[in-house]
């Protein structure tokens, strides 16, 4: 298949487009500038210039291709507007979508698990909390899973909160070591049971393939390789590796100690299963789970 992605520089995406051409496929990559341009042209995979501002260049691209995977986002470094993120997306997304009604071809979208059943095990079938539903990046999920409808054979990707692995320099274990080598300790919220679902890179990258290949239209996918890992499980491998002490915060202390968009989240028990991802597409993860990976000290380098 010629897929096309958009996303294609970035962290979570180029370990898609590696995993496409491995396993057989061409990429048409969408690139924003010529650092990037040239970045997926050393990688061998075909550019199509463009922004995911731009619907008609989107349009164009998912029409060369026989699909599209969708893993481009704003970043919150280049805006902190979460909420025109999020329409942003959102417009790329239906830009694409159209150009795919009534092909029956594969579009593949991001997503993730975090927040959507705090404090039960989310799986592909539960409802999406109400409370959870302002998030301002879930209607781009909503309104992907509703083109299953159109004749596109549209799937949800929905990535665990860490997605771990050599290359993250912007996840949120990197922000988890960043804040803690900045305050001197490692820290959790109260016992530190709450526990947040992980999944490798290369492991998630393998599920988008899948999903391009074989995953049915409205399909919800959890790249999730560990259901739940506790929070102090994580800020435990943080502190023994930077051989910091690792502290407990009440609820006011962490929103100081994590200020920022990482504050509300540290505290959330959101466990999530993915038996019916692996049933469905004999996906089987494979890498390091989300604490080795952490020990093995690439994300302490340089
Ligand atoms: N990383 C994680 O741990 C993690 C965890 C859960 C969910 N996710 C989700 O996974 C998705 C990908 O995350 P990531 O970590 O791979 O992000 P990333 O490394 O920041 O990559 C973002 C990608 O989007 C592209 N992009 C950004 N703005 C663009 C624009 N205006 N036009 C065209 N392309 C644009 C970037 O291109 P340039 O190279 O040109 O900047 C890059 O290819 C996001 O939806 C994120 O929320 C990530």
Redesign the pocket.
């Known amino acids: 298949m010629r897929v096309f992605v958009?996303?294609?520089?970035?962290?979570?995406?180029s370990a898609v487009v590696r995993e496409l051409l491995e396993s057989g496929h061409d990429v048409l990559g969408?690139?924003?500038?010529e650092?990037?341009a040239d970045a997926l042209a050393k990688a061998g995979v075909e550019v199509h210039r463009?922004?995911?501002?731009d619907p008609a260049g989107l349009r164009a691209g998912a029409a060369k291709a026989d699909g599209v995977v969708f893993?481009?986002?704003?970043?919150i470094s280049?805006t902190t507007d979460s909420a025109a993120r999020a329409r942003?997306e959102l417009n790329a997304v239906e830009a694409l979508g159209a150009e795919l009604a009534g092909t029956d071809r594969p579009f593949v979208v991001?997503s993730?698990v975090l927040g959507r059943a705090p404090g039960r095990v989310l799986t592909e079938t539960t409802p999406t909390d109400p409370s959870a539903l302002t998030s301002p990046r879930l209607p781009v999920e909503q309104a992907v899973l509703a083109m299953a409808g159109r004749g596109v054979r549209s799937s949800s990707v929905r990535?665990?909160?860490?997605?771990?692995g050599r290359g993250?320099a912007?996840?949120?274990v990197s922000a988890l070591i960043g804040i803690a080598r900045a305050k001197g300790v490692s820290a959790f919220v109260g016992d530190g049971a709450n526990r947040w679902p992980a999944v490798h890179r290369l492991d998630a990258a393998v599920l988008y393939r899948l999903a391009v290949e074989s995953a049915v239209a409205g399909a919800r996918l959890h790249a999730v390789a560990e259901e739940g890992v506790p929070f102090r499980d994580i800020a435990d491998a943080i502190g023994r590796r930077l051989e910091l002490p690792v502290v407990s915060l009440t609820a006011a202390e962490a929103s100081e100690h994590f200020a920022g968009f990482l504050a509300p989240l540290v505290s959330l028990d959101s466990p999530a299963s993915s038996a019916l991802t692996r049933e469905r597409l004999s996906w089987s993860p494979a890498h390091p789970t989300l604490v080795a990976d952490i020990e093995e000290g690439h994300y302490f380098e340089g």
């Open positions: 958009a996303g294609a520089t970035g962290y979570v995406g969408l690139a924003r500038s650092a990037s463009g922004d995911i501002d893993a481009a986002n704003k970043h280049e942003a991001t993730g990535l665990a909160p860490t997605v771990h993250d912007r996840g949120f």
